[in-house]
């Protein structure tokens, strides 16, 4: 009797759990759209168990758009019908519509669909099939939803992939197939997650023409040593949990900035680095100097950087903020240098009788305790004419992307003997 009871029980509960899967949602048929050419607003379907499906009759004014913005409305769910109606849409961007769920129908027809932007949604669980009916995306962009984790297989049908953008989402892990078979695809953002660390098989497929990879503020404790093999740009910048990095991979900029990191090794050809902000950052090793133009170590615990003797395509350097070092590093190798910072206080002067030997250098920032100066000559000449009143306006377009800090004084060779005052500029 109690056996009996407890297979009906059992009986029961798998009923129940098979029509809950396949629970129908109610269709409720769109009479109006409130659209200013491609963009649509004001759609108001926030109950979970409806969706709202649109007649050809109400999408008929959108047949010569090429991309369809729905934003600012209420849409638990993608509605329905929308590329049988519209097959012609390229891009179709669904912003801030408190989209919580997606039915793979939904893309039933989107033969031309390459750009799917779901940003600042609340997707927090795909279904593994969501994407199976848009294969011809080339870009994805999920970024600002609450996507704790994802089906392995859930791109598998994306073989035309080519950027992806998962940044500022709750995930804490990443299969290591999740980007499989994805062979086009060349750019990943995974900022702003909560990933701990990412699988050495993870861009398997990706390896020769990955261009872009960023996991910029989460969790990562590691990096596989051989997870890229060739990379344009890398940023892995803000993971305080990153002690030591060591990558074997061609790497074009390295971003690792603001880590906990205190031992640094880059076995590849790198040509950017920027390392600044590693407060505890005592061992750096560059196998390749020969190739680096630019080196950012700001704010490091460095003390020896003899590497840099070998550095002869060195364009820009920052030192800023290094206490440990005690003399500028030898580099007059690098006669290319443009830009060259550090900080005074610390350094004997054995080294700075090469600054005149460094030609181009037409960027100088020496800090000291009481604040700093900024050099800069070779400016343009149609720009710089005797008479002209620099101005900070004009001086910070001329430095592009140097942020000037406050309070600083500016020379210019020119004007050395010239009356005026030298001009103080700088952000507020
Ligand atoms: C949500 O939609 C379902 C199906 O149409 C309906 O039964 C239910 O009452 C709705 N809930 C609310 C809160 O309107
Ligand atoms: C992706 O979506 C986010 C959030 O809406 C937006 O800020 C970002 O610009 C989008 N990126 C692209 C390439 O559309
Ligand atoms: C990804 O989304 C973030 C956040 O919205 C945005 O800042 C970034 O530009 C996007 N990146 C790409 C490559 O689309
Ligand atoms: C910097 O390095 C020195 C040794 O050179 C060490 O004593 C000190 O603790 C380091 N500082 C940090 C913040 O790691
Ligand atoms: C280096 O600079 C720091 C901070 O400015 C100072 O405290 C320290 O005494 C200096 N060390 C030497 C050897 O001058
Ligand atoms: C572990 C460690 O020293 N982390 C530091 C890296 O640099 C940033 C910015 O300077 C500091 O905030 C971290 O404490």
């Known amino acids: 009797m109690l056996m009996l009871n407890y297979l009906n029980y059992i009986l029961i509960a798998l009923i129940s759990r098979v029509v809950c899967e396949s629970q129908k949602l109610e269709e409720v048929t769109v009479k109006t759209l409130d659209c200013r050419?491609?963009?649509?607003?004001?759609?108001?379907?926030?109950?979970?168990?409806?969706?709202?499906?649109?007649?050809?009759?109400?999408?008929?004014?959108?047949?010569?758009?090429e991309s369809l913005i729905l934003h600012s409305s209420s849409l638990a769910n993608l509605p329905r019908n929308i590329f049988v109606n519209l097959p012609q849409l390229v891009e179709f961007d669904v912003l801030e519509c408190q989209l919580q769920s997606i039915e793979k129908e939904c893309f039933d027809g989107g033969k031309n669909l390459k750009r799917l932007n779901l940003g600042g949604n609340n997707l927090k669980i795909l279904d593994r099939n969501t994407f199976k009916l848009a294969t011809e995306l080339e870009e994805l962009n999920l970024s600002d939803?609450?996507?704790?984790?994802?089906?392995?297989?859930?791109?598998l049908p994306l073989k035309k992939l080519l950027k992806i953008n998962l940044s500022n989402n709750q995930l804490m892990?990443?299969?290591?197939n999740t980007f499989s078979q994805l062979r086009s695809l060349k750019s990943i953002n995974l900022n702003s997650n909560q990933l701990r660390e990412l699988a050495a098989e993870l861009f398997r497929d990706q390896r020769k023409h990955l261009s872009e990879f960023s996991a910029r503020n989460n969790q990562l404790e590691r990096i596989p040593?051989?997870?890229?093999?060739?990379?344009?740009?890398?940023?892995?910048?803000?993971?305080?949990?990153?002690?030591?990095?060591?990558?074997?991979?061609?790497?074009?900029?390295?971003?690792?900035?603001?880590?906990?990191?205190?031992?640094?090794?880059?076995?590849?050809?790198?040509?950017?680095?920027?390392?600044?902000?590693?407060?505890?950052?005592?061992?750096?090793?560059?196998?390749?100097?020969?190739?680096?133009?630019?080196?950012?170590?700001?704010?490091?615990n460095l003390s020896r950087l003899?590497?840099?003797?070998?550095?002869?395509?060195?364009?820009?350097?920052?030192?800023?903020?290094?206490?440990?070092?005690?003399?500028?590093?030898?580099?007059?190798?690098?006669?290319?240098?443009?830009?060259?910072?550090?900080t005074y206080d610390n350094l004997t002067s054995d080294h700075m009788d090469m600054l005149p030997q460094l030609k181009d250098l037409n960027y100088l920032e020496i800090s000291h305790d009481k604040g700093r100066e900024i050099y800069i000559k070779d400016l343009d000449e149609d720009f710089f004419v005797e008479e002209a009143e620099l101005n900070c306006g004009q001086?910070?377009?001329?430095?592009?992307?140097?942020?000037?800090?406050?309070?600083?004084?500016?020379?210019?060779?020119?004007?050395?003997?010239?009356?005026?005052?030298?001009?103080?500029?700088?952000?507020?």
């Open 306 to 342: 003899d590497f840099l003797s070998k550095a002869s395509k060195l364009v820009d350097l920052d030192l800023t903020g290094i206490e440990n070092l005690l003399d500028l590093p030898k580099i007059s190798s690098a006669r290319g240098l443009e830009r060259l910072s550090f």
């Open 395 to 428: 001086l910070a377009d001329l430095l592009e992307f140097v942020e000037l800090p406050k309070d600083t004084t500016i020379l210019e060779d020119r004007l050395v003997g010239d009356p005026r005052m030298p001009l103080r500029c700088g952000t507020t």
């Open 145 to 155: 939803n609450q996507l704790e984790d994802l089906s392995t297989t859930i791109f």
């Open 225 to 300: 040593s051989n997870i890229f093999s060739e990379v344009e740009l890398l940023t892995l910048s803000f993971n305080p949990q990153l002690r030591s990095l060591h990558l074997t991979a061609k790497i074009d900029e390295l971003q690792a900035t603001n880590c906990g990191l205190e031992t640094v090794k880059l076995d590849g050809r790198v040509l950017g680095v920027q390392l600044e902000d590693n407060l505890s950052l005592n061992e750096l090793k560059i196998s390749q100097p020969e190739d680096l133009e630019q080196l950012y170590l700001a704010n490091t």
């Open 37 to 65: 050419e491609n963009t649509c607003t004001n759609l108001d379907y926030p109950n979970i168990s409806e969706v709202a499906f649109l007649s050809a009759e109400v999408t008929k004014n959108l047949k010569g758009y």
């Open 173 to 176: 892990q990443i299969s290591q």
